[in-house]
């Protein structure tokens, strides 16, 4: 019997029918219109303006998705783009056809996920992250690293990233590695480990492992390893980015190992050493060595070996760079080693950079750190630029990369936490120090503050004659952001006149000529006991002879409305952000408390 079925047939169906046939006859055609709408939505959706999109192009669109911000390993994130897919079978089909699509691949997903990538992805070239767990091999990374081997032996010569995560054990190397023959890797171009050692395992790691198969990597130019580097290894060649990290002391190479590994990246142009700086320790001195495409250096390490890679290694002044250097108490001047890199690198270019413009140092902010606990710090950080906008409080969340940041680290003992002042006074000298190397004549933004905002002690407490000696006589400087117990000082600074003036203008003969902009921070006007009222008042007069245009006042202990407008009357414009600490709520400086506006306001 035919078991198409028109609709005058379907509607003929009798009672005599029975309910098979007739659940046969009707579930064909039911099928028949199904496939009639299908076909008919297709060639409907054929006619949609993105459908008409060539296919390269709806296939970098599917890529986009892929690499949306937001989307990391995490699995229900990393395959969140493959929904796209599912929209349509033309749209899958070009995914499926597309192998580039598929050539990230994790270890974090299901091993048949792996599996399958791997396949899709042929013949594209391919990046692989992989996670060593630290547990027991169970079934399922037993199975992982049995596809991690197939592919090294099949797929080695389409790698272009390798990145190897998780603790470097014996047992897991040569699990991972068994089997697999040394070969050439012509298209890797990146490969990173990020490993722990095992207690039980010193003789081989995760390392040298990837040094047995990688035999030829000719277009290597990314490597970031651990401190298990071998400073004679064949991968140090034509790097253009190199980070080695956390060396202990017996594996550091020693000083003419580490040089010679980088006479042969004279490419280098993004350099990153933590804690993995040889120290010098008697041997001959060593010419100085010069990268001259370096545009990024990041260094960690102790005093010593800082100073010696500033001091054999030579590099553009147009490099940004950011030091690190841990040592004792400031007090002991063991930073005077790294200071002169700093005259050095502010310096008319020698023969090397001659066309490489000098930096100019228009903005400095200085930090201080954790001057109460085990660890404190100073951090230096200069711009070429200044700020688009100097009249108007600028949040450190929103600053760009500097041109040099160098942070100077140390350990407290205790007796520099119980003794204050002490080590407040060498913090003062390591600060003077520090500018005496910096070229500050073109200086027009400076801050110095705390990385803890709302707790004053953070701050950095100069004296006045620190301000004097290092700020007060530069005719740039137009704006300045302190807080805390820097402000008192600052303040005293700006109404001490300069020594044997016999002009009368004082808006000519005062220190701070530049000045327009001062913000504050934290301000304490009761200064040490003077009496809130004494604190305004001394402010006040000080910036009635300064020639401020705007004055910015943050989180201010004792200072009320009343004591606002006294500064409205010598400074144009003061932007106070109503905050009110000190008082007691019955004093006549503080009427009562606003709802609306959450503010205490003053009686009129």
């Known amino acids: 019997m035919d078991k198409r079925l028109d609709l005058a047939a379907f509607l003929s169906l009798g009672r005599n029918t029975s309910t098979a046939e007739a659940h046969a006859l009707i579930d064909t055609k039911l099928s028949e219109i199904l496939k009639s709408i299908s076909a008919l939505n297709s060639q409907r959706n054929a006619h949609a303006s993105i459908s008409k999109l060539p296919k390269d192009v709806l296939a970098r669109i599917f890529s986009l998705?892929?690499?949306?911000?937001?989307?990391?390993?995490?699995?229900?994130?990393?395959?969140?783009?493959?929904?796209?897919?599912?929209?349509?079978?033309?749209?899958?089909?070009?995914?499926?056809?597309?192998?580039?699509?598929?050539?990230d691949i994790s270890f974090h997903l299901p091993h048949s996920w792996v599996k399958e990538m791997i396949f899709r992805s042929r013949p594209a070239l391919i990046a692989v992250r992989v996670f060593l767990s630290s547990a027991e091999l169970d079934l399922q990374q037993s199975l992982r690293y049995q596809i991690l081997q197939d592919l090294l032996r099949e797929d080695l010569n389409r790698i272009h990233t390798i990145n190897i995560n998780g603790p470097s054990t014996q047992r897991h190397l040569e699990t991972l590695f068994r089997d697999v023959a040394a070969q050439s890797a012509p298209h890797l171009r990146s490969l990173f480990i990020e490993s722990r050692r095992d207690q039980n395992f010193e003789d081989e790691d995760l390392l040298h492992f990837c040094e047995k198969i990688l035999i030829d990597t000719p277009n290597l130019n990314r490597l970031d390893v651990p401190y298990t580097l071998s400073w004679n290894s064949?991968?140090?060649?034509?790097?253009?980015?190199?980070?080695?990290?956390?060396?202990?002391?017996?594996?550091?190479?020693?000083?003419?190992?580490?040089?010679?590994?980088?006479?042969?990246?004279?490419?280098?142009?993004?350099?990153?050493?933590?804690?993995s700086i040889p120290c010098r320790s008697g041997e001959q001195p060593f010419p100085i060595l010069i990268l001259p495409r370096l545009r990024t250096v990041d260094i960690k390490d102790k005093i010593p070996n800082v100073a010696f890679f500033l001091d054999q290694i030579h590099f553009p002044p147009s490099t940004s760079v950011s030091l690190l250097v841990q040592g004792p108490c400031p007090a002991d001047k063991d930073y005077t080693k790294i200071l002169p890199f700093l005259t050095r690198f502010y310096s008319p270019p020698t023969a090397h950079f001659r066309s490489v413009p000098v930096p100019v140092i228009r903005r400095l902010i200085i930090t201080s750190a954790g001057q109460n606990n085990s660890t404190g710090s100073i951090t230096l950080q200069t711009w070429s630029t200044l700020p688009e906008a100097l009249d108007k409080y600028i949040p450190t969340t929103t600053l760009s990369a500097p041109d040099l940041k160098m942070e100077f680290q140390w350990q407290n003992s205790r007796t520099d936490q119980v003794q204050r002042p002490a080590t407040d006074q060498g913090l003062r000298a390591e600060f003077r120090q520090i500018c005496s190397h910096l070229p500050l004549q073109n200086l027009g933004f400076l801050r110095l503050s705390g990385t803890l905002e709302l707790h004053k002690d953070e701050w950095l407490a100069l004296e006045s004659e620190t301000f004097l000696e290092t700020f007060g006589n530069l005719p740039t400087l137009r704006t300045i952001h302190v807080g805390g117990s820097a402000v008192a000082p600052l303040i005293m600074a700006l109404g001490t006149r300069p020594p044997d003036t016999h002009v009368v203008d004082e808006q000519i003969t005062r220190h701070f000529p530049g000045l327009r902009y001062l913000w504050l921070d934290q301000p304490d006007f009761s200064y040490d006991g003077w009496g809130a009222d004494n604190g305004v008042n001394i402010t006040r007069d000080v910036l009635g002879k300064a020639s401020l245009e705007v004055l910015g006042i943050r989180h201010a202990n004792y200072l009320s409305e009343k004591g606002v407008g006294k500064f409205r009357k010598v400074v144009p414009e003061v932007n106070w952000d109503g905050y009110l600490s000190g008082f007691e709520m019955d004093t006549d400086e503080v009427s009562p408390y606003c709802p609306e506006c959450g503010r205490y306001h003053m009686e009129e």
């Open 65 to 103: 998705c892929q690499s949306w911000p937001g989307h990391d390993y995490i699995i229900h994130d990393y395959m969140r783009w493959i929904q796209v897919t599912h929209v349509s079978r033309a749209w899958r089909e070009i995914a499926l056809a597309s192998p580039f699509l598929w050539s």
């Open 234 to 275: 064949r991968l140090l060649t034509n790097l253009v980015y190199l980070k080695v990290h956390n060396a202990t002391s017996k594996n550091r190479p020693l000083c003419s190992e580490f040089l010679n590994a980088f006479r042969r990246l004279d490419s280098l142009e993004t350099l990153h050493l933590l804690n």
